[in-house]
């Protein structure tokens, strides 16, 4: 074990793949300078360097401003035998990328009858609450849950991050790995080992047995401070963070809700037709009768995102809003419990 | 000049027959219903086809469009899984999931017809790059139109070939129209001569029909390509005979009515008889047996798909991931 930031947890992850499989190589816009912290040497460099001299420019491939041919080229190098790692940067130049995310990233193993597999990773980080403006601060992960053939992760932890970036890479389909920006710089005491925690499987941070949250990345965070706070209000809170939103732990949600019978779901993209739209409709789908009070929603509101701090701020869920939000489908039981 | 050899000729002239009636086929099926959806045929365009892929060597990659079935023919895909696939049958190349869009036979390094048009130039350009960094001296050709060729795509995959001298060639099939529209009122200056902005050669194939002028072009640059010399562009200058789709009727004539007619003058299964028979010396008798060959190799695709069953429902749910089925 030693203490490692996100941004370690996920050099690591990479270091690990690259040592572990020659057909891994990471391609992206300023890699080869480690622009973005992923890859770096760390504790080795003054022995080592940095990836690129580590493993050479034949797979450290800094590339040209050219997300749409960068996505395309590993799109057609995974279905030919290697295994990229995109380092796309923001998450608001997938956009950019869109129709080779969608189009082909996405369909070819489907739609070519399974002869095609496309074992890449497209890494970005979602670089909001930081004062980039509109053009840097987007959460897209909901849209590409509409792309079915992507599969989706969201950590929250450095621990999460290093398991779950290390299962994306030696995976045969297609991950998007959409990264808090504003948890790069969160430390915690990482296995130093190989490790993998499989897509699919939630992880409970905190049991309890009033409210079940659903948080997802940073928010995840802001939901712990809630529960802790609820604690001295004697309101019990379970706090559930699903990691991988494709594939979904929905087993894991459902039962926790059977057990509390209410949900939060708090995440920092826009509202509509959301991650938190998306689990309170499963949830009201399987699990209405367990349900004692309204689901709620913590999320971005559908509008952009403003550049001046103090505009910016209010966007995004924070330890209040989750706060209110389980007082108020709390206090209607105890109203009733105390008429 | 690299050259066919006897045996070569022959085999190119039984690959562009193949997309001629596969195709001629196609078209009729679409009409009566046989075949659902619609199909873009390669008809008139067989010796900018099949001069390239037999410039290819069997494990070379390949992409390619919509105007999809005579890239896989010409790579030697077999013709029964082929027709399944535009039939939508469970004996299809792609198990019924692709359809003539979307023709893909691994087997024979065909990663697949894309319907977005541009969008698989870059695979090809990733083929490349694996070739590249894998070691091995594979190289990949991506196919698409003269409307493609307009795609911001095309540029961002031939800078990023060109910088990294990956082995790959974008060949342009230049049909002079991107459906109703004429490459010449869309398009700034001579496709092939936008090569030299990124520094790679640039060759524009005039005459699309002779298949070893193709030949002749595709060759220079896969062996470029294969000594580690990076990137070409060809542009093969050729004209398709029926419309942009089977069954598409357009309300006005975007081609001069005499446009057609000069250039059925120039079909390249023609031209290509005439040259067997006069310099290779084949009889015209040889010629017809081998057309009469190939009609019957259609009609046992034709009736190996009609024979197939239609696919289980359950497949369909299949293929999405490699690790987990579907859950609703
Ligand atoms: C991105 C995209 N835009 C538009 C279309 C509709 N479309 C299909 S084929 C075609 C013309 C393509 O022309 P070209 O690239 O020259 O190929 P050709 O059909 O002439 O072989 C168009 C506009 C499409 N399929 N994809
Ligand atoms: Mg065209």
Redesign the pocket.
């Known amino acids: 074990m030693s203490v490692m930031s996100f941004l370690g947890a996920i050099g690591a992850a990479q270091k690990e793949a690259m040592d572990a499989d020659e057909r891994v190589i990471i391609i992206g816009e300023d890699v080869e300078a480690n622009v973005y912290g992923t890859t770096g040497g760390g504790k080795t460099r003054q022995e080592t360097g940095d990836f690129v001299q580590m493993y050479g420019r034949n797979r450290i491939r800094n590339t040209p401003i050219s997300e749409e041919g960068i996505v395309g080229a590993a799109a057609g190098a995974a279905m030919t035998g290697l295994r990229p790692i995109v380092d796309l940067s923001y998450s608001s130049f997938l956009y950019m990328a869109m129709d080779q995310l969608v189009n082909q990233v996405a369909k070819n193993r489907y739609m070519f009858g399974g002869q095609a597999s496309m074992p890449a990773v497209f890494r970005s980080a979602m670089f909001y609450g930081l004062n980039t403006g509109a053009h840097h601060s987007d959460r897209p992960y909901p849209m590409f849950m509409n792309a079915p053939g992507l599969k989706i992760m969201v950590p929250s932890t450095p621990s999460d991050a290093k398991g779950l970036l290390r299962t994306a890479i030696d995976m045969n389909d297609p991950v998007l790995t959409f990264e808090a920006c504003i948890l790069w710089g969160l430390k915690e005491e990482v296995n130093d080992d190989e490790f993998w925690i499989p897509f699919g499987v939630a992880r409970t941070h905190r049991e309890g047995t009033d409210v079940t949250i659903v948080a997802i990345s940073s928010s995840v965070h802001e939901a712990l401070a809630a529960a802790t706070e609820l604690e001295t209000e004697g309101i019990s809170v379970e706090v559930i963070d699903p990691r991988t939103l494709v594939p979904l732990d929905k087993r894991a949600i459902l039962n926790s809700v059977a057990k509390t019978g209410r949900l939060v779901v708090v995440e920092p993209a826009h509202r509509t037709c959301g991650a938190a739209g998306e689990i309170s409709a499963i949830v009201a789908e399987e699990v209405f009768d367990s349900l004692k009070a309204p689901i709620i929603r913590i999320t971005a509101p559908d509008m952009q995102i403003p550049f001046s701090p103090s505009l910016e701020k209010q966007m995004y869920p924070n330890k209040q809003d989750i706060v209110a939000a389980v007082r108020k489908i709390t206090q209607k039981d105890k109203e009733r419990v105390l008429a | 000049m690299a050259t066919l050899s006897r045996e070569q000729k022959i085999e190119a002239q039984r690959r562009m027959l193949r997309i001629r009636a596969f195709d001629e086929r196609a078209s009729k099926m679409v009409k009566r219903g046989h075949i659902p959806g619609t199909v873009?045929t390669s008809i008139g365009q067989e010796a900018q086809v099949v001069g390239a892929t037999m410039a290819l060597g069997e494990k070379d990659y390949m992409s390619g469009?919509?105007?999809s079935h005579g890239h896989p023919i010409g790579k030697g895909s077999p013709l029964g899984p082929l027709m399944a696939e535009l039939q939508g049958k469970s004996t299809g190349v792609c198990q019924g999931k692709g359809g003539s869009l979307h023709l893909a036979d691994f087997n024979v390094g065909s990663l697949g017809e894309s319907?977005?048009?541009?969008?698989s130039i870059p695979i090809a350009m990733g083929a490349a790059l694996s070739s590249q960094v894998l070691g091995r001296d594979t190289v990949a050709l991506a196919f698409?139109?003269?409307?493609?060729a307009n795609q911001g795509v095309l540029y961002e995959s031939m800078n990023m070939s060109g910088v990294w001298n990956l082995p790959v060639i974008f060949l342009c099939?230049n049909?002079q129209?991107?459906?109703s529209t004429p490459a010449h009122t869309v398009t700034s200056g001579v496709i092939a001569e936008r090569a030299a902005g990124f520094g790679i050669p640039g060759i524009r194939v005039e005459d699309g029909q002779d298949l070893l002028a193709v030949f002749d072009a595709v060759s220079t640059a896969v062996e470029r390509a294969r000594r580690g010399e990076g990137p070409s562009l060809i542009e093969v200058v050729t004209y398709?005979y029926n419309e942009?789709s089977e069954g598409l009727r357009l309300g006005t004539d975007y081609r001069p009515a005499d446009e057609r007619e000069a250039w059925l003058k120039k079909d390249p299964l023609v031209l290509f008889r005439e040259h067997l028979i006069s310099v290779e010396g084949f009889s015209a008798e040889e010629m017809d047996a081998l057309e009469a060959e190939i009609l019957a190799e259609v009609d046992a695709a034709v009736a190996f798909s009609e024979n197939s069953p239609w696919p289980d429902p359950s497949v369909g749910f299949k293929d999405l991931y490699t690790d987990s089925e579907y859950a609703a």
């Open positions: 873009h469009n919509h105007r319907g977005i048009v541009g969008s698409f139109g003269d409307g493609a099939e049909n129209y991107a459906l398709r942009h």
